[in-house]
């Protein structure tokens, strides 16, 4: 089991930044890969970033490239999503998640990860 909790979310202006922080605990050590998802209210569930735990690959999904950057610290079992130039249609409850197994190459594919966080809120406001 990994049990992941995420802060850093709260209410910012159009153009402004946040930081999203999601810390692991219990069986770390099977982690292959860490995500970012979001889903506003009405909308399904999308991609957002990835990051593999080995080899520090990342992953963006268009929207947000030149905006977010994730990064991880694998001695603290923690990855991180810097938010820049928020827009209000980024709304939404992000949520980490851990990609345990390395079969299968589809990023943005929620169900290939295993466990989920309980999701931090982010508002941004016009």
């Known amino acids: 089991q990994v049990q992941l909790v995420e802060s850093g979310g709260g209410l910012v202006q159009a153009g402004g930044s946040l930081r999203l922080s999601c810390a692991a605990s219990g069986r770390t050590f099977s982690i292959y890969a860490m995500g970012w998802f979001r889903q506003a209210p009405g909308k399904e569930r999308e991609a957002v970033s990835a990051?593999?735990?080995?080899?520090?690959?990342?992953y963006y999904v268009d929207r947000v490239k030149g905006r977010f950057t994730i990064s991880r610290d694998n001695a603290k079992n923690m990855v991180y999503l810097q938010m820049n130039s928020l827009k209000p249609e980024d709304t939404a409850v992000y949520h980490c998640?851990?990609?345990?197994?390395?079969?299968?190459?589809?990023?943005?594919?929620?169900?290939?990860?295993?466990?989920w966080g309980q999701g931090t809120q982010v508002t941004v406001s016009s």
């Open positions: 998640a851990v990609k345990t197994s390395l079969y299968g190459s589809i990023w943005w594919d929620g169900d290939q990860y295993d466990y």
């Open positions: 990051i593999t735990w080995g080899g520090g690959s990342t």
